[in-house]
């Protein structure tokens, strides 16, 4: 494998920094804590929704598959990754919480936010309560850790910028302070 530097303009790091910048700044009326987790809006529905597609995409590209391949089809050929996807923990600044966005995943069944998502996205009207902070939280903390595990597959040693607000498990890549600013390395 071919290890590099983050190309500048890698798309999927940049979209996720995006929808991560989003949540800071929901952050700025709802604190992130367990005590808002169940407060929705559209704000929310609209951070699932593109955390959730964007975390499809990225995984189908991490374990090679095309579009019409389903997200469960992706933990078998995921391998290794799989693993560190499933057990990988995110903390939250700010909020001081760990979480395993990816808990529960497997070929035959997903987490309760891509559950939540697949009923926002099919009924809003019915399940737009469902579109609360602690699920746009945790599907943009899934989405960091697919980029993550996506870059490390394509040879990338290292990410610039590192988040605001999530920081990644050892399972998933270590903070490291540059002269330029914090990084991710993605070295095992």
Not at 2 to 8: A, S, T
Not at 134 to 152: E, G, M, P
Request: with cysteine.
């Amino acid at each position: 494998m071919n290890e590099k530097w983050m190309e500048e303009d890698d798309i999927h790091w940049a979209y996720f920094l995006a929808l991560e910048e989003d949540l800071y700044q929901l952050s700025r009326f709802v604190e992130i804590s367990e005590a808002n987790f169940s407060t929705h809006s559209i704000e929310c529905t609209r951070l699932l929704l593109a955390s959730c597609s964007e975390a499809e995409v990225v995984l189908k590209l991490a374990a090679g598959l095309g579009k019409s391949k389903s997200l469960g089809n992706c933990f078998e050929l995921l391998g290794d990754d799989a693993e560190k996807l499933v057990n990988g923990k995110v903390l939250v600044r700010r909020a001081g919480l760990e979480i395993q966005p990816w808990f529960g995943w497997a070929a035959s069944g997903h987490p309760p936010w891509w559950r939540a998502h697949n009923a926002v996205k099919h009924d809003r009207s019915r399940s737009y309560t469902e579109a609360n902070l602690q699920n746009a939280l945790y599907s943009l903390a899934a989405l960091f850790a697919a980029v993550l595990i996506y870059l490390r597959r394509k040879g990338v040693k290292a990410v610039f910028p590192a988040p605001r607000l999530l920081r990644a498990s050892e399972l998933l890549g270590s903070h490291c302070m540059t002269p330029d600013g914090a990084i991710i390395s993605l070295q095992d």
